[in-house]
């Protein structure tokens, strides 16, 4: 049995759900037993409906103790649902928040957990995992016994299609003295945009350069032209031009759309390890020594805000031809 | 009060790897205090400038990883407890064998980086936290003490939140979590005749690695590196780009 941790807005499922999905399917070929989902927090017994069409049984958690995350409380549920499905492998998406109850699950299992993996499956009795390391340089295989966790990176596998009618069950998760030692005081609810940044084709990312927090209207027409996200550089979330939400980089966000726009910025190590693995690179900046044109592959150099108005342009009179 | 940060030593950012017989070999790289570390360091040692106490630094690693913690405590921390183990461990492993030693010294706050520079890790905070039983809070931006609770922000997967959190507890830092201090050399002087206590992984009694490497190999994509001058002719430039994007790479 394989249990997928299904991530939701509250309405339906995300694309990352449809991921694990997917890989748990791929599991449990090996592993044997069905894949089963779970839903946990406000809107899970609606989502459940879209769910159950993609595994025999989606488990959904709610109720006033779940109407705010905590990775406490994340993992209790998932601890639930895993045994009470008794699962050998859990499966999760590598979101922020993912990232951060899927330890304490592994540690509640005493199970092995493979993080951030691009691609899992199992031979025989243990599973494995491809995943980057060191600042997204290297590409790592891991083994491990059963029971295993396993966090998907976002935009690595293809999505599960319907499979037929599963069942839904609703579980009761209590709550212990831990699961009530973090208590959210307030939201901070970030415009980041209409697009996922982790999940968008198209990334548009300024840096410095652009000089200010006004330029970056440019940055946001050019990204809502492309249906893209919009990306920034640490120094910018450090001047106050945007939010931390959109920052890529070893400690903000890692991406790897189909095109990356890396605009005036310079390409410090630690922003290539947010967005290396893109498909298409393309720099636009006015130094021709600045580090980010040698992990290009297209490039301008030029001053951003002369070139990147001409090119709003050239996509305009694309999208009308 | 007690805090101490987890760091840990790993390859600098800028320099070179290299993979020999399927496994990165780190011989002869520059080794560096985790940054996302140093933003642990420097907020215990603030805090405990702040409100007194003791500022401890824990770590988990190989023998060499003492220099990373002499740095730390060349910052300002007043003592460090190395678990010494040879060879990849995996963070639930090495959670448990934290555990121990944190349990012992039983401190208010534990801070440590939001994810690792060369396993790009971001599960010791979470899984310590669960071994000692107590709650994580992950890319914490903002911290304080307030009646003896923590009151931090922390970044989401969209957006951030504000949170109170029952001490003891775990926090790993965020970037702007705060700046941290270059050592003096006062301070380098000092680091020097702090104590600095091992204990081998064995005596812990905490298992072997959960999770084996069974191949590493460099991952850099060749990139085209084609680059139009677009100082004279921007315009230009921007039309020859958009046309390639759409005609060559076909991903506009």
């Known amino acids: ?321 | 009060m007690k805090y101490v940060a987890i760091i840990r030593q790993v390859p600098d950012g800028e320099s070179k790897i290299k993979v020999e017989g399927g496994q990165v070999d780190l011989s002869g790289t520059t080794m560096i205090l985790d940054q996302m570390d140093e933003y642990a360091v420097e907020e215990i040692i603030r805090l405990k400038e702040q409100h007194d106490g003791e500022a401890v630094v824990v770590a988990f690693g190989p023998e060499r990883t003492e220099e990373a913690m002499r740095t730390a405590l060349a910052m300002g921390a007043d003592r460090g407890v190395l678990i010494t183990a040879a060879g990849y461990v995996d963070p639930i492993t090495q959670a448990a064998a934290l555990a121990k030693v944190l349990a012992e010294e039983a401190p208010d706050v534990v801070f440590t980086g939001g994810q690792q520079a060369d396993w790009d890790s971001q599960a010791l905070g979470s899984a310590t936290a669960e071994a000692l039983g107590w709650p994580v809070i992950t890319w914490t931006t903002a911290f304080e003490l307030e009646d003896g609770k923590a009151k931090a922000t922390h970044d989401l997967d969209e957006g951030a939140e504000v949170v109170r959190v029952e001490l003891p507890a775990v926090f790993t830092a965020q970037q702007g979590l705060n700046e941290p201090r270059y050592p003096t050399l006062p301070g380098i002087m000092k680091a020097k005749k702090k104590e600095i206590k091992k204990i081998d992984a064995a005596e812990l009694g905490v298992g072997g690695s959960k999770v084996e490497i069974v191949e590493q190999q460099i991952m850099e994509l060749e990139r085209k590196v084609k680059i139009i001058d677009g100082t004279k002719e921007p315009a230009a430039a921007a039309a020859e780009l958009i046309k390639l994007l759409h005609e060559e790479a076909k991903v506009l």
Do not use: C
Not at chain 1, 128 to 157: C, D, H, M, W
């Open chain 1, 1 to 321: 049995m394989v249990l997928v941790v299904l991530d939701h807005d509250g309405s339906k499922l995300r694309k990352s759900a449809l991921e694990g999905v997917t890989r748990g399917r791929k599991l449990a070929e090996v592993l044997g037993g069905d894949v089963v989902g779970l839903l946990i927090g406000p809107g899970a017994d609606a989502v459940a409906e879209e769910a159950k069409n993609y595994v025999s049984k989606v488990f959904t958690v709610t109720g006033a103790d779940f109407e705010t995350y905590t990775a406490e409380k994340w993992a209790k549920a998932a601890q639930a649902a895993a045994a009470a499905a008794g699962a050998k492998a859990v499966v999760a998406p590598a979101s922020r928040t993912g990232r951060s109850w899927t330890p304490r699950l592994a540690y509640k299992l005493d199970a092995a957990l493979l993080e951030d993996t691009l691609d899992s499956w199992a031979e025989g009795d243990k599973v494995f995992a491809t995943r980057y390391s060191f600042l997204n340089r290297v590409l790592e295989k891991q083994a491990a016994g059963l029971p295993a966790v396993i966090s998907v990176k976002p935009n690595t596998t293809p999505l599960a299609e319907p499979a037929g009618a599963g069942t839904v069950e609703p579980l009761s998760v209590e709550l212990g003295e831990l699961e009530r030692k973090v208590e959210v005081l307030e939201k901070i609810v970030e415009s980041g945009g209409k697009v996922s940044l982790t999940e968008a084709d198209v990334v548009v990312t300024g840096g410095r350069g652009m000089g200010s927090a006004e330029a970056f209207e440019m940055i946001e027409e050019f990204a809502d032209l492309l249906g893209g996200a919009v990306g920034a550089t640490r120094a910018v979330i450090d001047a106050g031009w945007r939010p931390y939400s959109e920052q890529i980089g070893q400690t903000g966000k890692t991406v790897q759309p189909t095109i990356y726009f890396a605009l005036a910025l310079s390409g410090a190590v630690q922003h290539q390890a947010g967005m290396n693995k893109s498909k298409v690179v393309v720099a636009v900046n006015k130094d021709p020594d600045a580090p980010i044109f040698k992990e290009s592959d297209y490039g301008v150099v030029g001053d951003v805000h002369q070139v990147l108005p001409a090119m709003i342009e050239e996509v305009k009179k694309l999208k009308s031809a």
